[in-house]
């Protein structure tokens, strides 16, 4: 079955407004402020009250994560009908936007996820790129603690949210952003209250599904050349032709990664990527009790194994108990059958090399033997995230 590509296609239309909020950013903040202004009143009212953010490497589970919180009635989140626009001016976005009905199509993850304008999506980086340079140079760090704190930064952020949560008439906010989790600090610096779920994944099929949409992103977008542009001003740099890795404090390790990728070795260099950030961040949480109480690791195998449990547990966590909820949506949990990892004896041998060590801290105690890939909850993907 060969692969389809069309979900890459951006319109010209959409390829120029992009544009044109990409590079002036200034004006847009100011356009935003303006709005923040010109609402003051009808969102006095409106608090900023435990938001929840999901945060942790690509196909881990994430986006399972936000459409499941995204059902919840108090729950407001950004879809992909806010780009680029409803980022800086979210109330007349909104508010402008004809309601109609959309035919739902295959995202360009090729994934079987089935989205519309109004599905959520990670939309949030644009907002912090707006604000902070760099933010993706691999050969600095990306991390942020309380200590780099920005007052412009978070009074538009925080206003951001508010309209958000006033124009949908909603009072929780979840984010989903994969960058976040170098963030966990100053999120909560922010928002004390603030609530963190972080999904990991088995590096078995965390790996061969980063490997797969690599392969992917790349294709598509040398086949619709504005998708890499599209990507680059959305702010994701997890894969495709300009992939970055995240650096969190440690060049040398970053440098080693990016050389990898370029000598050809793509399991080798993914799997020392991943024991990179979830190593990292096992230490970070270790060194911050109230983060960690704060945060909420959720293995993507248990979703696999134990939907209905895992999803409450989620529920509990952010405050957001609706027990209905987690049993109609377990019911939509499922392993799909479009593909498996198809790793070799020393493909599993470098597995176990580079991420077994990380992989044992968070459970994981088997490693990434060849029996493991036995396991259905291992060798297939949680329809829709893989």
Same mark, same amino acid.
């Given at each position: 079955m060969s692969?389809?590509? #069309?979900?890459?296609r951006v319109t010209l239309g959409s390829h120029w407004l992009s544009r044109l909020v990409h590079r002036y950013p200034s004006i847009w903040k100011r356009l935003g402020s303006w709005e923040t202004a010109s609402v003051a009143q009808q969102i006095a009212d409106v608090e900023v009250t435990?938001?929840?953010?999901?945060?942790?490497?690509?196909?881990?589970?994430?986006?399972?994560?936000?459409?499941?919180?995204?059902?919840?009635?108090?729950?407001?989140?950004?879809?992909?009908?806010?780009?680029?626009?409803?980022?800086?001016?979210p109330t007349l976005w909104n508010r402008g936007r004809r309601s109609r009905r959309y035919a739902p199509r295959e995202r360009a993850h090729g994934d079987r996820l089935q989205v519309t304008p109004d599905s959520p999506e990670a939309m949030e980086e644009v907002l912090w790129m707006a604000f902070f340079s760099?933010?993706?140079?691999?050969?600095?760090?990306?991390?942020?603690?309380?200590? #780099?704190?920005?007052?412009?930064?978070?009074?538009?952020?925080?206003?951001?949210?508010?309209?958000?949560l006033h124009v949908r008439g909603r009072t929780r906010y979840v984010s989903k952003g994969n960058y976040n989790i170098c963030r966990l600090q100053y999120l909560r610096a922010i928002f004390p209250d603030a609530r963190f779920v972080v999904p990991i994944r088995h590096p078995l099929?965390?790996?061969?599904?980063?490997?797969?949409?690599?392969?992917?992103?790349?294709?598509?977008?040398?086949?619709?050349?504005?998708?890499?542009?599209?990507v680059r001003r959305v702010g994701h740099f997890e894969f495709g032709l300009d992939r970055r890795p995240m650096n969190l404090g440690d060049s040398r390790?970053?440098?080693?990664?990016l050389r990898l990728w370029e000598s050809g070795e793509e399991t080798r260099g993914w799997a020392r990527y991943w024991a990179y950030v979830y190593g990292w961040l096992h230490e970070l949480l270790a060194a911050d009790p109230p983060l960690a109480d704060a945060s909420l690791i959720v293995r993507y195998e248990d979703?696999?194994?134990?939907?209905?449990?895992?999803?409450? #547990?989620?529920?509990?966590?952010?405050f957001l108990d609706d027990s209905r909820l987690a049993e109609e949506f377990a019911g939509e949990v499922s392993a799909p059958d479009y593909y498996r990892?198809?790793?070799?004896e020393n493909d599993l041998a470098v597995l176990e090399e580079e991420t077994g060590e990380v992989a044992r801290r968070y459970g994981y105690e088997g490693g990434c033997r060849l029996d493991d890939s036995r396991d259905p909850a291992l060798g297939l993907a949680l329809s829709p995230a893989c």
């Open positions: 692969e389809n590509y #069309d979900g890459f435990r938001p929840v953010f999901v945060a942790g490497l690509a196909r881990s589970g994430s986006t399972v994560l936000l459409e499941f919180l995204a059902r919840h009635p108090q729950v407001a989140t950004h879809r992909y009908s806010d780009f680029p626009v409803g980022l800086f001016l760099g933010l993706h140079d691999s050969s600095r760090s990306s991390v942020c603690t309380a200590g #780099d704190r920005c007052p412009e930064f978070e009074t538009f952020y925080r206003d951001h949210i508010r309209k958000l099929t965390h790996v061969a599904s980063l490997m797969r949409q690599h392969r992917r992103f790349s294709e598509g977008q040398r086949r619709h050349r504005r998708a890499l542009d599209h390790t970053v440098d080693e990664v979703l696999c194994r134990r939907p209905l449990r895992s999803l409450e #547990d989620v529920l509990q966590h952010c990892p198809d790793f070799s």
